[in-house]
């Protein structure tokens, strides 16, 4: 028997196989698959955790968004791989424009049979960290969340009794009380600051950042949160 002492350099044949057996344990890991390949978003095998947030209309059932949230033990050039091949089976087209890969984070860009989508990866914890977001043009349209081409939606409104008003890009705009009156606005792409007014105090001072095709919604008690 061959004794290994420190400050030694073991024999040529157990260098090898003490190579190999981090190699042997990194082929365990079988490849991902989609753990249901019918779903509309799919989720890789071995994820730990998994989210799904829908966005409606009011008065339209069909979601004009669907966001899945998830996380799975594997390299990001590794879910990245099945995103892309599992999208690819549900007609989802990689667009060029938009789209960055690095080491650990990666952004797509898709055309979606419904509309567009995104796939963000980051790398957090020894795990890599997904979000799949598709919109739905159709239901957009029909909720009138969709902007002019080239500009961004702004979407509000006030449900107090009182008129509120909200003053952006060098205009002020009435905002009517009672009843729930969503307005809306068009503007190019930019940042915005902007103030939310009622009773004659300011409720809410922010920023809003707008690229082309968007739509937020703004409020008096939350950040801008784009729905679309």
């Known amino acids: 028997m061959t004794t290994v002492k420190r400050g030694t350099k073991a024999p040529a044949r157990w260098r090898l196989l003490l190579c190999a057996i981090p190699l042997l344990a ?3 890991q079988e490849p991902l698959t989609a753990a249901d390949p019918h779903a509309e978003m799919p989720v890789p095998t071995r994820a730990s955790h998994s989210s799904y947030s829908t966005s409606r209309a009011s008065g339209i059932e ?5 966001e899945l949230k998830t996380q799975v033990a594997a390299d990001l050039s590794d879910v990245l791989a099945f995103y892309r091949a599992e999208l ?15 080491a650990d984070r ?5 055309a979606s049979p419904k509309g567009p989508g995104t796939l963000t990866l980051d790398r957090a914890k020894g795990e890599t960290m997904i979000d799949l977001v598709q919109r739905n043009t159709e239901v957009a349209a029909r909720a009138n969340f969709l902007p002019i081409p ?12 009182n008129v509120a008003s909200l003053a952006i890009n060098d205009q002020t705009i009435e905002i009517a009380g009672g009843e729930n009156h969503p307005q809306t606005l068009d503007l190019p792409p930019g940042t915005y600051p902007y103030e939310l007014r009622a009773w004659g105090r300011l409720l809410r001072a ?21 729905i679309y």
Do not use: H, N
């Open 26 to 28: 990194s082929c365990s």
């Open 150 to 161: 080239g500009q961004a939606r702004l979407i509000f409104g006030y449900l107090r009794p």
């Open 88 to 102: 690819g089976k549900r007609g989802w087209q990689e667009m060029p424009d938009g789209t960055m890969v690095a």
């Open 206 to 226: 922010d920023t809003v950042t707008l690229a082309a095709g968007e739509a937020w919604s703004l409020s008096d008690d939350k950040k801008p949160s784009r």
């Open 62 to 66: 069909i979601p004009f968004r669907i």
């Open 106 to 110: 990666a952004l797509l860009v898709f």
